[in-house]
Protein backbone atom coordinates (compact mmCIF):
# COMPACT_ATOMS: atom_id res chain seq x y z
CA UNK A 1 0.00 0.00 0.00
CA UNK A 2 0.97 3.82 -0.09
CA UNK A 3 1.16 5.98 2.81
CA UNK A 4 0.78 10.02 1.55
CA UNK A 5 0.88 12.53 4.25
CA UNK A 6 -0.20 16.32 3.56
CA UNK A 7 -0.46 19.18 6.09
CA UNK A 8 -4.90 19.89 7.32
CA UNK A 9 -5.09 22.94 6.40
CA UNK A 10 -2.43 26.36 5.75
CA UNK A 11 -3.08 29.74 5.79
CA UNK A 12 -1.11 32.60 3.82
CA UNK A 13 -0.92 36.48 2.97
CA UNK A 14 -2.06 37.51 -0.83
CA UNK A 15 1.09 38.25 -2.33
CA UNK A 16 2.76 35.98 -0.78
CA UNK A 17 4.82 32.13 -1.08
CA UNK A 18 3.58 29.79 0.06
CA UNK A 19 5.04 25.92 0.05
CA UNK A 20 2.35 22.96 0.38
CA UNK A 21 4.62 18.98 1.15
CA UNK A 22 3.36 15.93 0.80
CA UNK A 23 5.77 13.12 1.73
CA UNK A 24 4.97 9.16 0.78
CA UNK A 25 5.96 5.92 1.24
CA UNK A 26 5.56 3.17 -1.50
CA UNK A 27 7.15 0.73 -3.40
CA UNK A 28 7.55 1.26 -7.04
CA UNK A 29 7.12 4.72 -7.51
CA UNK A 30 6.02 6.12 -11.18
CA UNK A 31 4.79 9.63 -10.56
CA UNK A 32 3.46 12.37 -8.31
CA UNK A 33 0.29 14.92 -9.74
CA UNK A 34 -1.04 17.86 -7.72
CA UNK A 35 -4.66 19.26 -8.44
CA UNK A 36 -6.24 21.96 -7.32
CA UNK A 37 -9.70 21.76 -6.01
CA UNK A 38 -12.17 24.75 -4.67
CA UNK A 39 -15.03 24.27 -2.54
CA UNK A 40 -17.72 22.59 -4.24
CA UNK A 41 -16.08 21.86 -7.41
CA UNK A 42 -13.96 18.82 -8.96
CA UNK A 43 -10.34 18.32 -8.69
CA UNK A 44 -8.16 19.99 -11.71
CA UNK A 45 -4.96 18.92 -12.68
CA UNK A 46 -1.54 21.41 -11.88
CA UNK A 47 1.03 19.23 -12.42
CA UNK A 48 3.18 16.07 -12.62
CA UNK A 49 6.29 14.85 -11.35
CA UNK A 50 8.84 11.81 -12.15
CA UNK A 51 11.90 13.02 -12.12
CA UNK A 52 14.09 14.39 -9.22
CA UNK A 53 13.99 18.67 -9.29
CA UNK A 54 11.70 21.29 -9.61
CA UNK A 55 8.97 22.29 -12.57
CA UNK A 56 7.96 25.46 -13.03
CA UNK A 57 4.75 26.79 -14.73
CA UNK A 58 3.76 30.13 -14.01
CA UNK A 59 3.22 31.13 -10.13
CA UNK A 60 3.18 27.49 -9.69
CA UNK A 61 6.35 25.11 -9.45
CA UNK A 62 6.38 21.83 -8.10
CA UNK A 63 9.36 19.68 -6.47
CA UNK A 64 9.99 16.17 -6.03
CA UNK A 65 12.81 13.97 -4.37
CA UNK A 66 12.37 10.51 -4.82
CA UNK A 67 14.86 9.12 -2.29
CA UNK A 68 13.34 11.10 0.34
CA UNK A 69 9.58 11.09 -0.72
CA UNK A 70 8.95 13.96 -0.57
CA UNK A 71 7.18 16.80 -3.09
CA UNK A 72 6.16 20.40 -2.87
CA UNK A 73 4.23 22.45 -4.40
CA UNK A 74 5.06 26.06 -4.50
CA UNK A 75 2.61 28.93 -5.07
CA UNK A 76 4.04 32.31 -5.42
CA UNK A 77 2.00 35.95 -5.86
CA UNK A 78 -0.65 34.71 -3.91
CA UNK A 79 -4.18 35.39 -5.45
CA UNK A 80 -7.38 35.24 -3.25
CA UNK A 81 -8.70 32.89 -5.70
CA UNK A 82 -5.65 30.35 -4.69
CA UNK A 83 -7.93 29.73 -2.00
CA UNK A 84 -8.52 25.84 -2.50
CA UNK A 85 -7.56 22.27 -1.65
CA UNK A 86 -4.56 21.19 -2.97
CA UNK A 87 -4.77 17.17 -3.48
CA UNK A 88 -1.16 15.16 -3.76
CA UNK A 89 -1.77 12.03 -5.71
CA UNK A 90 0.94 9.33 -6.06
CA UNK A 91 1.24 6.86 -8.94
CA UNK A 92 3.34 3.48 -8.54
CA UNK A 93 3.52 0.56 -10.99
CA UNK A 94 2.08 -2.97 -10.54
CA UNK A 95 -1.97 -1.97 -9.77
CA UNK A 96 -2.55 -0.32 -13.56
CA UNK A 97 -0.59 2.82 -12.10
CA UNK A 98 -3.84 3.69 -10.58
CA UNK A 99 -2.84 7.35 -8.49
CA UNK A 100 -3.67 6.71 -4.28
CA UNK A 101 -4.62 10.22 -3.19
CA UNK A 102 -3.59 12.14 0.28
CA UNK A 103 -5.97 13.68 2.23
CA UNK A 104 -5.54 17.61 0.85
CA UNK A 105 -4.38 21.22 2.28
CA UNK A 106 -6.87 23.44 2.76
CA UNK A 107 -4.88 26.30 1.80
CA UNK A 108 -6.94 29.61 2.96
CA UNK A 109 -5.65 33.11 1.45
CA UNK A 110 -6.30 36.16 3.22
CA UNK A 111 -5.93 40.15 2.34
CA UNK B 1 -15.66 18.89 -25.58
CA UNK B 2 -18.09 18.26 -22.31
CA UNK B 3 -15.43 16.17 -20.98
CA UNK B 4 -16.75 13.43 -18.20
CA UNK B 5 -20.43 14.39 -17.53
CA UNK B 6 -22.09 13.10 -14.31
CA UNK B 7 -25.78 12.97 -13.42
CA UNK B 8 -27.41 13.35 -11.02
CA UNK B 9 -25.71 16.59 -9.75
CA UNK B 10 -27.95 16.04 -6.36
CA UNK B 11 -30.06 13.10 -4.88
CA UNK B 12 -31.28 12.50 -1.52
CA UNK B 13 -31.73 8.94 -0.98
CA UNK B 14 -34.18 7.11 1.77
CA UNK B 15 -32.27 4.16 3.62
CA UNK B 16 -32.74 0.70 1.50
CA UNK B 17 -33.11 2.34 -2.02
CA UNK B 18 -31.35 1.92 -4.66
CA UNK B 19 -30.07 4.35 -7.44
CA UNK B 20 -27.54 4.68 -10.29
CA UNK B 21 -24.87 7.18 -10.84
CA UNK B 22 -24.35 8.11 -14.02
CA UNK B 23 -20.96 8.95 -15.63
CA UNK B 24 -19.94 9.37 -19.36
CA UNK B 25 -16.67 10.59 -21.01
CA UNK B 26 -16.23 11.86 -24.53
CA UNK B 27 -12.65 12.09 -24.71
CA UNK B 28 -11.94 8.24 -25.79
CA UNK B 29 -10.13 7.28 -22.23
CA UNK B 30 -9.52 3.63 -21.75
CA UNK B 31 -9.42 4.60 -17.85
CA UNK B 32 -12.45 5.11 -15.69
CA UNK B 33 -13.04 5.68 -12.47
CA UNK B 34 -15.17 6.15 -9.08
CA UNK B 35 -14.07 7.77 -6.42
CA UNK B 36 -15.96 9.34 -2.80
CA UNK B 37 -14.62 11.97 -0.94
CA UNK B 38 -15.89 12.85 2.60
CA UNK B 39 -15.37 16.18 4.01
CA UNK B 40 -12.03 16.63 5.16
CA UNK B 41 -10.87 13.35 3.37
CA UNK B 42 -8.99 13.04 -0.13
CA UNK B 43 -10.75 10.99 -2.76
CA UNK B 44 -11.26 7.01 -2.04
CA UNK B 45 -11.28 4.80 -4.77
CA UNK B 46 -14.61 2.39 -5.23
CA UNK B 47 -13.97 0.77 -8.39
CA UNK B 48 -11.87 1.34 -11.32
CA UNK B 49 -11.95 0.19 -14.98
CA UNK B 50 -9.25 -0.16 -17.54
CA UNK B 51 -11.12 -0.67 -20.48
CA UNK B 52 -14.19 -1.92 -21.62
CA UNK B 53 -15.51 -5.35 -20.09
CA UNK B 54 -13.50 -4.58 -17.42
CA UNK B 55 -13.77 -3.43 -13.80
CA UNK B 56 -11.74 -3.89 -10.95
CA UNK B 57 -12.17 -3.23 -6.89
CA UNK B 58 -10.89 -0.17 -5.18
CA UNK B 59 -10.23 1.03 -1.82
CA UNK B 60 -14.31 1.20 -0.39
CA UNK B 61 -16.56 -1.09 -3.08
CA UNK B 62 -18.24 -2.20 -0.52
CA UNK B 63 -22.08 -1.26 -0.81
CA UNK B 64 -21.61 -0.81 -4.64
CA UNK B 65 -21.33 -2.06 -8.24
CA UNK B 66 -19.99 -1.01 -11.58
CA UNK B 67 -20.35 -1.71 -15.19
CA UNK B 68 -18.51 -0.92 -18.38
CA UNK B 69 -20.18 -1.90 -21.09
CA UNK B 70 -18.83 0.95 -23.52
CA UNK B 71 -15.67 3.01 -23.92
CA UNK B 72 -17.77 6.25 -23.12
CA UNK B 73 -19.78 5.10 -20.20
CA UNK B 74 -19.39 3.64 -16.29
CA UNK B 75 -22.65 3.83 -13.94
CA UNK B 76 -22.29 3.56 -10.36
CA UNK B 77 -24.75 1.39 -8.54
CA UNK B 78 -25.67 1.60 -5.03
CA UNK B 79 -28.13 -1.16 -4.18
CA UNK B 80 -29.49 -0.60 -0.88
CA UNK B 81 -28.33 3.10 0.64
CA UNK B 82 -27.20 3.60 3.66
CA UNK B 83 -26.28 6.38 5.56
CA UNK B 84 -22.67 6.26 5.63
CA UNK B 85 -22.93 6.00 1.94
CA UNK B 86 -23.61 10.15 2.31
CA UNK B 87 -20.76 11.36 0.10
CA UNK B 88 -19.86 13.24 -2.54
CA UNK B 89 -18.73 10.92 -5.76
CA UNK B 90 -16.31 12.05 -8.84
CA UNK B 91 -16.16 10.27 -11.91
CA UNK B 92 -12.77 10.64 -13.78
CA UNK B 93 -11.47 9.20 -16.87
CA UNK B 94 -7.64 9.20 -17.90
CA UNK B 95 -5.34 7.59 -20.76
CA UNK B 96 -3.99 5.00 -18.76
CA UNK B 97 -0.27 6.39 -19.44
CA UNK B 98 1.16 6.75 -16.21
CA UNK B 99 2.15 10.13 -16.84
CA UNK B 100 -1.18 11.47 -17.35
CA UNK B 101 -3.31 13.01 -15.62
CA UNK B 102 -7.19 12.25 -14.53
CA UNK B 103 -9.92 14.13 -15.57
CA UNK B 104 -12.88 14.93 -13.05
CA UNK B 105 -16.84 14.92 -13.08
CA UNK B 106 -18.65 18.32 -11.47
CA UNK B 107 -19.28 15.28 -8.79
CA UNK B 108 -23.00 14.09 -7.45
CA UNK B 109 -23.81 14.98 -4.31
CA UNK B 110 -25.75 11.99 -2.47
CA UNK B 111 -27.56 12.55 0.89
CA UNK B 112 -28.95 9.46 2.48
CA UNK B 113 -32.11 9.81 5.14
Known amino acids: GQNIDQPTEMTATEGAIVQINCTYQ??????LFWYQQHAGEAPTFLSYNVLDGLEEKGRFSSFLSRSKGYSYLLLKELQMKDSASYLCAVSASGGSYIPTFGRGTSLIVHP | NAGVTQTPKFRILKIGQSMTLQCTQDMNHNYMYWYRQDPGMGLKLIYYSVGAGITDKGEVPNGYNVSRSTTEDFPLRLELAAPSQTSVYFC????????????FGDGTRLSIL
Open chain 2, 92 to 103: ASSTGDSNQPQH
Open chain 1, 26 to 31: TSGFNG
